[in-house]
């Protein structure tokens, strides 16, 4: 500092500092003890401690103008973010793009969270019972046809089905079988009859009805010589199981000819008819039990 008060000796020739550095010290205000000599020398004084770079106007151009430059940048960006130009319209396929792409990016970002979450813990197959589901009961094997054989009709075959089944339910060999088979074509044709002699015969199913005394049903018996009564001779089951019964109490029936173990039961008039009808009985005992 010069006596007269001035800050002009800090700066060279050329205004440049004599320090090594450009960056200008912080400048502390102090009240200043000297008085000035002169008004002028105050001012300039003061002047230089508000703007240091008053005595360097070549680097305040260019500080000033670098200022500027940033407020201008500044204030360019700013207008790029916030307006649009009056003549730039928005682009409809831009927009739908721009708009197609957010939604996939949340589809996207949802499918994300929904793989990440936790699966909800399913119930073990083995811990809940199971359904109501009842095992299917095993068809019933349908019954074998018996076809009518040895000139018979279905009638006549469905009556020595009955005799041949009772005759099983029996124990009856096969021999006993035929036998009965045999003696119930010579006697009723294998057609259940009533008799007109005893009108409640004809009470019960019948498929013919005779005139023969009072002999009833598939074995002609009659109820009068004690075969049962009229209601169980009309049934073919109870008849057959009282012939058969009869002819097992006959000794050594098995090796008799057919035609005198019929006749030692039923003590007919024409002995030797039962002979006949052997064959025939063979070949149906033969289809029914196949």
């Given at each position: 500092?010069?006596d007269?008060?001035?800050l002009?000796?800090?700066?060279g020739?050329?205004g440049?500092?004599d320090r090594s ?7 502390q205000?102090t009240?200043c003890?000297?008085?000035p000599?002169?008004?002028?020398s105050?001012?300039t004084r003061?002047?230089a401690?508000?703007n240091?770079?008053?005595a360097?106007?070549g680097r305040t151009?260019?500080a000033?103008?670098t200022?500027?430059?940033?407020c201008?940048?500044?204030v360019g ?7 649009r ?10 927009s739908?793009?721009m ?10 970002r949802g499918?994300?969270?929904?793989s990440?979450?936790?699966a ?15 095992p299917k009961?095993?068809a019933?094997?349908?019954?074998r046809?018996?076809v009518?054989?040895?000139g018979?009709?279905q009638t ?12 099983r339910?029996?124990g ?28 409640e015969?004809?009470?019960y199913?019948h498929?013919?009805i005779?005139?023969?005394?009072d002999s009833v ?6 109820p009068?010589s004690g075969?049962?009564t009229?209601e169980e ?6 008849a057959t199981?009282a012939?058969l019964?009869?002819?097992e109490?006959?000794?050594g029936?098995q090796?008799l000819p057919l035609t005198?173990?019929a006749?030692t039961?039923?003590?007919s ?10 064959w025939?009985a063979?070949?149906v005992?033969?289809?029914i039990l196949?």
């Amino acid at each position: 500092m010069r006596d007269d008060g001035t800050l002009d000796d800090q700066y060279g020739p050329d205004g440049s500092a004599d320090r090594s550095d450009d960056t200008p010290s912080i400048v502390q205000l102090t009240p200043c003890t000297e008085a000035p000599t002169a008004r002028g020398s105050l001012r300039t004084r003061f002047n230089a401690l508000l703007n240091p770079f008053a005595a360097r106007p070549g680097r305040t151009k260019m500080a000033m103008a670098t200022g500027a430059v940033c407020c201008l940048g500044l204030v360019g960006g700013f207008t790029q973010i916030g307006a649009r130009p009056a003549g730039d319209t928005p682009n409809p396929a831009a927009s739908a793009e721009m708009a197609e792409r957010a939604a996939v990016d949340a589809a996207s970002r949802g499918l994300a969270r929904e793989s990440t979450a936790p699966a909800t813990p399913s119930a073990s197959p083995s811990a809940t019972p199971s359904a109501t589901a009842k095992p299917k009961p095993k068809a019933k094997p349908k019954p074998r046809r018996i076809v009518p054989v040895a000139g018979l009709d279905q009638t006549q075959m469905n009556n020595a089905k009955k005799i041949v089944q009772a005759g099983r339910e029996m124990g009856v060999p096969r021999r006993g079988l035929v036998i009965a088979v045999a003696t119930a074509m010579q006697e009723s044709t294998l057609l259940n009859y009533a008799s007109a002699v005893l009108p409640e015969s004809q009470n019960y199913p019948h498929q013919a009805i005779g005139w023969d005394h009072d002999s009833v049903g598939l074995f002609q018996q009659r109820p009068s010589s004690g075969w049962g009564t009229v209601e169980e001779l009309m049934d073919p089951e109870y008849a057959t199981k009282a012939f058969l019964s009869a002819l097992e109490e006959i000794p050594g029936w098995q090796d008799l000819p057919l035609t005198v173990a019929a006749q030692t039961v039923q003590v007919s008039a024409f002995p030797d008819a039962y002979a006949q009808h052997e064959w025939r009985a063979n070949a149906v005992v033969k289809e029914i039990l196949g």
